[in-house]
């Protein structure tokens, strides 16, 4: 892929340089919208506005949708009104708002005085859900039927209609109201006797989601009835959108990133990683670095307390790194496991209290294993007293039940106060997991060694 990629960009440049416009202009008819969009990334500023223009306004419009948010923007620059217009006229509704959403004040005020009235009022509407919600992703575009409508009826209706639609093949049935009475697919309505009504070859008590859900909550729905669409209904069970299967891939890829990005204690971007600046990357880095830098002062504050101890006996503090790593690992995969069963809605906070037992059974015979091999070492290798290695060894044990103690709870707690559980991952917990390892590890010594 990548090699055909390379020899697209080579064509287009060439092309470009003998300004052979026909030739090109041909050869990206045959192109998929995303591969033209990802070689006209990589073009030089001052070709790219001039090959967009030899696209026909339908691939332009396509091929503008796939671009990055930066790229629209240095396009949207070189675009006359005209030019703007046309592209807006051939974008689905959830495009559009999309596009409002990634540009800059100045440059939304001018996508919007092309935009026409209908299409403005539409963009408005949408933009008034709450982010992250099903209805600020959804698109307006579907094709309604009535429930008296005959098969021969409908398909007529979907041919006056549906080149406007973002898609056909699930059409839906209401009301005179916008109620969602159900849900028919073309297949059904083509293969149907022609006088057959809707309402008899509808599929009734549709599945849909609330304007106000969450937008994973409507991937999860998609996902688990294997629908190519989703309708979106209002609070009265009145249908206002869909959402098409290519948006539900857009916001896997974004929840994906932005729970990685978290548990990496990074503030999530919208744009790709060569894109993105070195100032930007900065900001999105340093606030977390702070506050974990701060958080791990604890630390360093019980390690001052019990300093006359490990002077006493080196090798407590020689095993400090090892508990410390072993203790945060284990709290990051008791974390993740918890987070990606959230995330698959496997798990709810009333599930707490199976999963900690579940996660102390796991972490004792973890531990156990852990500190019998980690004995065996010491006693071998190290050539420590069996008593120093005991202390070592129980340590260890409890802050393996400790680390997924906390692993686990934490992401349970931040989702029942309605914070995003990839917060509570591998940076937190591990600061969390050091502080209480050192001061059981200092309790042991205490009390064993009696240092």
Not at 26 to 49: C, G, N, R, V
Not at 61 to 67: C, K, S
Not at 340 to 353: P, T
């Amino acid at each position: 892929m990548k090699e055909r990629t390379e020899i697209l960009e080579e064509t287009f440049r060439k092309l470009t340089e003998e300004k052979k416009y026909a030739s090109l202009r041909d050869l990206m008819q045959t192109l998929y919208p995303a591969d033209i969009a990802t070689i006209l990334s990589d073009m030089p500023e001052k070709l790219m506005p001039a090959i967009f223009r030899l696209l026909p306004k339908d691939l332009a419009a396509e091929t503008f949708v796939e671009m990055e948010s930066d790229v629209k923007e240095e396009l949207i620059k070189s675009f006359s009104d005209t030019e703007l217009k046309a592209v807006i006229d051939e974008m689905y509704m959830d495009d559009a708002v999309d596009l409002i959403e990634e540009m800059p004040a100045n440059m939304v005020r001018r996508i919007l005085a092309q935009a026409d009235a209908d299409t403005r009022k539409q963009i408005n509407e949408i933009l008034k859900y709450k982010d992250d919600s099903a209805g600020s992703v959804m698109t307006t575009e579907f094709v309604a039927l009535t429930p008296r409508m005959t098969a021969a009826d409908a398909i007529n209706e979907i041919r006056s209609t549906g080149v406007d639609k973002e898609t056909i093949n699930t059409c839906y049935v209401l009301d005179d109201k916008y109620h969602l009475l159900g849900t028919v697919t073309i297949r059904t309505l083509i293969l149907a006797r022609p006088n057959e009504t809707c309402e008899s070859l509808m599929t009734p008590n549709a599945i849909s989601v609330n304007t106000m859900d969450d937008q994973e909550t409507a991937v999860q729905t998609m996902s688990k009835y294997n629908f190519t669409s989703l309708p979106v209904v209002d609070a009265e069970n009145r249908m206002v959108g869909i959402i098409t299967v290519d948006d539900a891939l857009d916001i896997m890829e974004e929840e994906a990133t932005e729970d990685i990005s978290k548990m990496a204690a990074i503030t999530p971007s919208d744009k790709p990683y060569l894109r993105t600046g070195v100032f930007e990357t900065w900001k999105n880095r340093i606030p977390w670095l702070l506050l974990l830098m701060v958080s791990g002062t604890f630390t360093g504050i019980v390690i001052t307390r019990f300093e006359d101890a490990l002077k006493l006996v080196p090798v407590l503090f020689a095993s400090v790194p090892m508990l410390m790593d072993t203790g945060g690992n284990s709290g990051s995969q008791a974390s993740v496991s918890v987070i990606r069963a959230l995330s698959l809605g496997e798990l709810e906070f009333k599930d707490i209290f199976r999963v900690i037992w579940k996660e102390f059974r796991v972490s004792f015979l973890c531990g156990l294993m852990l500190a019998a091999a980690n004995y065996g070492r010491l006693m071998l290798l190290e050539k420590v007293t069996p008593l120093q290695a005991l202390t070592i060894c129980v340590t260890m044990l409890c802050t393996v039940v400790i680390a997924k103690f906390v692993g686990c709870t934490l992401p349970l707690l931040a989702k029942k106060a309605n914070l995003d559980p990839a917060v509570m991952a591998s940076p937190f917990i591990t600061t969390i997991v050091d502080v209480l390892s050192l001061i059981i590890y200092f309790q042991f010594a205490t009390m064993i060694l009696k240092v």
